[in-house]
């Protein structure tokens, strides 16, 4: 069906006007000050956008949704979890495919699009974890990048389950180089973790306050020097993912004025919550582990301005939805075992928009450029996504800046039993989202199609 939305604040990461915006066919086809219905062909659906933003549906590149993780597996499927991404104003998810140490990488593959396929009611594509690379598997990673999947995942933490040794990193760099591949990447240290896990477990400190303890900012930061060191010598493109505080964004910024390929992720969970709430007591602080663990609060204002200069390109969420009751506490005994994530895939936009642009941290075409067009830029997908072109898919985004509420596990449509922000205040949400010219949201509400979503090909661009 075609739209027609107008008398809207069309704001892209580089304009803002007001105007009308035509879809037919899935794509935007005309925008001007003003479009005429009666000039249109008939059955056109009208939405009414005046007083209201309107914006590029957001991308969110930092997802888990199919997640086999310490003994269980994630909360969410593809259905519950477009449904929380559209009522969010996201309608692009980039998963992360997360086999095993043994498995085999284009089954790994298959098995996560599997999942999705059928269920997605977002667009979605995925970056493809390397666990390990040796010589006989080079060849699937060659046939997964051909299949459409242009990012790779290294992990330089969970020592024994997904990280990278040494040699294997520098020989899966050296392959995504030629191959134009863009490495994202989880900066810690496996080996370092791993001891001072075992000696805080040893002296009786088991609770989820002691997780932060086990994974210090230094840490982070020596990882995020490691993975831009190889970057240097090799000249790989590399995306910091979750960059959670001052010493690791520094690290980065530090190896981009050095010349390195390097852009900085940080994920909603980091900017809006701090280390208190994973101390908190009864075993409550474990909802709040994720991994890297949130920081002291002061880290909070140096993300945020972070983003404000456009030093950090992104905010994603790290969406990983473990359950309070029967998997989280899990981990009671000891907090190696509770489940990273702190489940924030349809708060996201919402978040950023109520403590960044209703306080003025950001500028609303910010929240846009960090939402939306830098993930469509990285990872091979603008101007198709990201931005409100003519020729670009038809998913937008009509935003009322004057709705007033509080984020609730009543409203969301994640399968988790609780909600990170329960109670807190809420500060403008989508109206309308639509995906490729289809409402998918309405009010809050999911009135649209499962299955709708379609996997995205992408080309290497980053050789």
């Known amino acids: 069906m075609a739209l027609l939305i107008r008398g809207g604040r069309i704001v892209t990461a ?11 066919d899935e794509t935007i086809t005309r925008i001007d000050a003003h479009i005429d219905p009666r000039a249109l062909p008939p059955g056109v659906e009208i939405i009414e956008a005046k007083g209201k933003y309107v914006l590029p ?36 998810l980039i998963e992360m495919i997360c086999p095993g140490p043994g498995d085999e990488p284009l089954a790994a593959f298959e098995l996560w699009h599997s999942k999705a396929e059928k269920l997605a009611a977002v667009d979605y594509t995925f970056h493809m974890s390397v666990v390990r690379f040796e010589e006989q598997i080079r060849g699937q990673f060659r046939d997964i990048v051909r299949a459409g999947v242009a990012s790779f995942k290294v992990f330089l933490a969970y020592k024994g389950a997904l990280n990278l040794s040494d040699e294997h990193l520098f020989e899966a760099m ?17 080996d370092a973790i791993d001891v001072l896990q075992r ?67 940080s994920v909603i969970p980091h900017f809006v919550l701090d280390e208190t709430y994973a101390q908190r007591p009864a075993f409550e602080g474990a909802k709040y582990v994720m991994s890297p663990p949130l920081r002291a609060k002061s ?10 200069s456009r030093a950090i ?79 670009s898919d038809a998913d937008l985004v009509v935003y ?18 609780y909600n990170a922000y329960e109670g807190w205040k809420r500060i403008g949400r989508p109206a309308v ?22 996997f995205l090909r992408r080309e290497p661009t980053h050789f």
């Open 174 to 190: 050296t392959f995504a180089k030629q191959e134009g591949v863009i490495v994202t990447a989880h900066c810690e240290n496996a």
């Open 299 to 308: 880290n909070q204002s140096v993300l945020w301005d972070g983003v404000a």
């Open 433 to 454: 989202v639509t995906v490729r010219g289809a409402v998918q949201i309405r009010d809050g509400e999911f009135v649209g199609t499962i299955g709708r979503g379609r």
């Open 400 to 417: 009322d800046p004057a709705y007033r509420g509080t984020f609730s596990k009543a409203a969301s449509y994640s399968q988790v039993d």
């Open 57 to 92: 549906g957001c991308i969110d590149p930092h997802v888990h949704i199919y997640l086999p993780f310490m003994g269980t597996y994630a909360a969410d499927d593809y259905a519950s979890a477009s449904k929380a991404a559209l009522a969010g104003g996201t309608t692009t």
């Open 313 to 391: 390109s992104t905010i994603a969420t790290d969406h990983a939805p473990f359950r309070f009751a029967g998997q989280k506490d899990m981990g009671r005994d000891a907090f190696t075992r509770i489940p990273n994530g702190i489940p924030s895939i349809q708060e996201r936009v919402d978040l950023v928009h109520t403590y960044g642009v209703a306080e003025g941290r950001l500028a609303l075409q910010t929240m846009v450029d960090a939402c939306s067009t830098q993930a469509a830029r990285l990872f091979g997908l603008y101007p198709r996504k990201g931005t409100i072109a003519v020729g």
């Open 14 to 24: 580089t304009d803002d006007h007001r105007g009308d915006i035509y879809c037919a």
């Open 199 to 265: 000696r805080l477990l040893a002296i009786g400190k088991t609770g989820p306050e002691w997780h932060g303890p086990s994974r210090p900012p230094v840490i982070e930061a020596s990882g995020v020097h490691h993975l831009c060191s190889f970057a240097e010598l090799l000249g790989t493109h590399v995306y910091i993912v979750h960059t959670s505080c001052d010493v690791a964004v520094t690290e980065a910024l530090a190896a981009n004025a050095r010349g390195v390929n390097v852009w900085i992720e």
